[in-house]
Nanobody, 113 residues
Framework: QVQLVESGGGLVQPGGSLRLSCAASGSIFSINAMGWYRQAPGKERELVARFRDDGSTTYADSVKGRFTISRDNVKNTVYLQMNNLKAEDTAVYYC???????WGKGTLVTVSS
């Protein structure tokens, strides 16, 4: 069983930054199987960023150059550094462990002036 707990969301002004964290516990065999998704009001959940099996990263086109995914293998924690935030980044952000399709409960990010 895997537990994923997100934190770090909040209200930020356009152009601001936030760092999200996802702490994983349980049967995590590879932190490379983790990633971030988001779901905006009225929209489907979409990939934001994730690690590939070889440890490389992939990003949605809409966040390239602004968001960075990173990890702490010792802490089993994945981060999402979000810079130059835009109103369209407003969403609930979810952590995912794809090997068993486990999800956290999400953390809300609101970008508004």
């Amino acid at each position: 069983q895997v537990q994923l707990v997100e934190s770090g969301g909040g209200l930020v002004q356009p152009g601001g930054s936030l760092r999200l964290s996802c702490a994983a516990s349980g049967s995590i065999f590879s932190i490379n199987a983790m990633g971030w998704y988001r779901q905006a009001p009225g929209k489907e959940r979409e990939l934001v960023a994730r690690f590939r099996d070889d440890g490389s990263t992939t990003y949605a086109d809409s966040v390239k150059g602004r968001f960075t995914i990173s990890r702490d293998n010792v802490k089993n924690t994945v981060y999402l550094q979000m810079n130059n935030l835009k109103a369209e980044d407003t969403a609930v952000y979810y952590c995912n462990y794809r090997w068993i399709n486990a999800w956290g409960k999400g953390t809300l990010v609101t970008v508004s002036s």
